[in-house]
């Protein structure tokens, strides 16, 4: 057999020796989407094991907000316990999970306190980072499409209560003119119909240039 045939075979069976030596070290990606996505980095020696776990999650501006934590643990065999500070707000946290073929499948507490099972499929950084910003573009179009909506609606509010407040103004003018026009038929300051007629007219429209104004001014506050 020729002598590099043999030293890429060596290299293979110290991969795979190393590979089953150490089953958890490597880097594995779990997609819980539209609630979070994670990353979770292992270095087995051993039976014990260390790395971190980094989660993104949605925010209120349309995209998403990172944490990262420290994790530290044993492996027997298949088996896997972590433990870490904190973890959504939460304090001295441990998970518990195990290996199955290319996948860990980890015992993971909610916000809520509950415990959730989550699958991490073998993976790399470059996977993750590309479904993050997928993610990402996803969330900045649904939050446009939000505010669009939330900006049109306060739109029709606001040219609804303009109307309502229109109508109430015209309701208020029309009192005041028809209290007008019953002083002017009280009144003895004038010496004919035809001057009670010129300032009922004049009174109409001073109260039609307000009704304008009011009118006008509603217009551009929308």
């Not at 880097?27 to 979070?36: K, L």
């Not at 007008?180 to 001057?195: E, H, I, K, M």
Request: net charge positive; charged share 20%.
């Amino acid at each position: 057999m020729p002598r590099r045939t043999l030293v890429t075979l060596g290299i293979h069976v110290l991969c795979a020796c190393a590979t089953f030596a150490s089953p958890f070290t490597g880097t594995f990606v779990a997609d819980a989407r539209p609630s979070w996505i994670a990353l979770l980095s292992i270095t087995q020696s051993g039976h014990a094991v260390s790395g971190f776990l980094l989660i993104a999650e949605p925010n209120a501006r349309g995209g998403t907000s990172s944490s990262t934590v420290r994790l530290e643990g044993a492996a027997d065999e298949a088996q896997l316990t972590l433990q870490t500070q904190t973890f959504l707000g939460l304090s001295n946290v441990t998970f518990v999970g195990h290996l199955s073929r290319n996948a860990v499948i980890l015992n993971v507490p909610t916000p809520s306190g509950k415990i959730q099972s989550a699958t991490f499929v073998r993976s790399d950084e470059s996977t993750f980072n590309v479904s993050l910003s997928e993610w990402q573009a996803q969330l900045k179009t649904a939050y446009a499409r939000r505010k669009r909506i939330e900006h049109a609606a306060e739109v029709q509010g606001a040219k609804a209560q303009a109307a309502r407040d229109a109508a109430a103004d015209l309701v208020d003018l029309l009192r005041r003119f028809s209290s007008t026009v019953d002083n002017l038929r009280q009144s003895t300051d004038f010496t004919g119909d035809l001057d009670a007629c010129a300032r009922a007219l004049q009174t109409m429209r001073h109260f039609a240039q307000e009704i304008d104004l009011r009118a006008e001014k509603r217009i551009v506050h929308i």
